[in-house]
Each structure stands twice: as C-alpha cells, then as structure tokens.
C-alpha cells in the first residue's frame, strides 16, 4: 500500500520568514496531493491541493511542487502570520477510478510561527 | 452548506461497553469516509462509502467495529466491546464523488473517543 513520509515534524519560524514542508510518497500511481491544516480540536481542513499533471500550484501565500519522478511533493507558506501556526498533513490518493478516493497521510508538521 | 457534522464530539466510556458514532456528510456528497487519528499521527483511513455501498475496509477494522451508511445520507461507526487502545478521534470526511472536484474530502470537527 501507500506510504507517506513527511518531513520535519516541528517546525518553528519568525513572522514574515517562509516555512516548507516536505512529502515523499511510495505509490506511483498516487495522482492527487492534499495538503491539510489541522488546529486543535478540530478536523483537518484542506487548503490547497495538487494533481500530478500539474508540476506547481500557489494560492496566495500558499504553494504545492510535486516532482512525480522522485516522487515527492512539497508545501511553501510565505510571509507566514501567527495564525498560520497549526499541525499540517500531506496526503496522497487515487483519482478517476471508482474504488478511489482514501487517502494517505503524512504523521504531521507542527508549525509555529513567533511574533 | 453546513459543512460535515460529527456527534457526539467527545465520549468516554468503560472498556467492554459499546460505542456509536454519527457522521452527517455534506448536502449531495455521494462518498463517505472513516479515519481514526491518534496522537501525534495523521488520520488513518478505516472505510469508505459510495452512496451506501461499503467499498473499502482497512485492516485495521476489527470485527469489532462496524460502519453502515443505511440511505446513502448519514452513517454510523459502532465500536463494540471498546478496548483502551481504542481511544482516538474518529474522523468522518465526504466527497461528491460524481463532479469536480469529486476527490476533495471534507472532514468534520471529529468524535473523540476516550476508553477508561
């Protein structure tokens, strides 16, 4: 089956500097990419995914790299806020087939961004 | 849209009794899943359903848990003789599954199961 190494799990940055976080998945057939935040006693919340026929995505201040060669994929949060501060997922799943739809997830970043 | 719900949100109970959890998915979402989530990991899936067909289970679904999503709406994960390695949050998350983006789940706040 799938497996998700994510990478670091703490993560601690000054306000306005950038914070990466790093995925590499197991499955080449894996073809969708999730990034999750998760805050405390809550669900996670997806905030921004990628497809593997795409190479970059960004959203505002948040962005996704996937290199489906080497098999891994990576979230970019620039001019980090405090309230960016929470635990992030990655995850990878199966799209376009009828059985798809789980997904694997990385074991979590804590990130904390200091004033 | 009210977005996934969950209840209850917190449960403790004694080890050997039965537990029963309630997940409302998204208005129309066609695909339902369980995870389980565990402290300091990420959610790990336990089954999911199309409409209210249960096509996946994972191994880590005992025979003492069991999932049904009866009309293809709500569904319910009952836990049966809770053991203390149980305790978790249960997360619940739904896909529409038939239109773009049908693999986005959505999860809910999740239930957060304690076994004494």
């Known amino acids: 089956g799938e497996n998700v190494e994510q990478h670091p799990s703490t993560l601690s940055v000054q306000e306005g500097d950038s914070a990466v976080i790093k995925c590499t998945y197991s499955?080449?057939?894996?073809?969708?990419f999730p990034w999750y935040k998760q805050e405390l006693g809550k669900g996670p919340q997806l905030i921004i995914d990628?497809?593997?026929?795409?190479g970059e995505k960004k959203d505002q201040r948040i962005a996704v790299t996937l290199n489906k060669t080497a098999k891994h994929f990576s979230l970019h949060i620039t001019e980090t806020q405090p309230e960016d501060s929470a635990v992030y997922f990655c995850?990878?799943?199966?799209?376009?087939?009828?059985?798809?739809?789980?997904?694997?997830f990385g074991d979590g970043t804590t990130l904390t961004v200091k004033p | 849209d009210t977005g996934v719900s969950q209840n209850p949100r917190h449960k403790i109970t004694k080890r050997g009794q039965n537990v029963t959890f309630r997940c409302d998915p998204i208005?129309?979402?066609?695909?339902l899943y369980w995870y389980r989530q565990t402290l300091g990991q990420g959610p790990e899936f336990l089954t999911y359903?199309?409409?209210?067909?249960?096509?996946?289970k994972s191994r880590l679904l005992s025979d003492r848990f069991s999932a049904e999503r009866p009309k293809g709406s709500f569904s319910t994960l009952e836990i049966q003789r809770t053991e203390q390695g149980d305790s978790a949050m249960y997360l619940c998350?739904?896909?529409?599954?038939?239109?773009?983006?049908?693999?986005?789940?959505?999860f809910g706040p999740g239930t957060r199961l304690l076994v004494l």
């Open positions: 359903f199309q409409n209210e067909a249960q096509l996946e």
């Open positions: 208005s129309e979402h066609n695909r």
């Open positions: 995850a990878a799943s199966l799209r376009g087939n009828t059985n798809a739809g789980k997904s694997t």
């Open positions: 998350a739904s896909s529409t599954g038939t239109h773009r983006p049908k693999e986005t789940q959505y």
């Open positions: 990628i497809r593997s026929n795409v």
């Open positions: 499955d080449s057939a894996s073809n969708y």
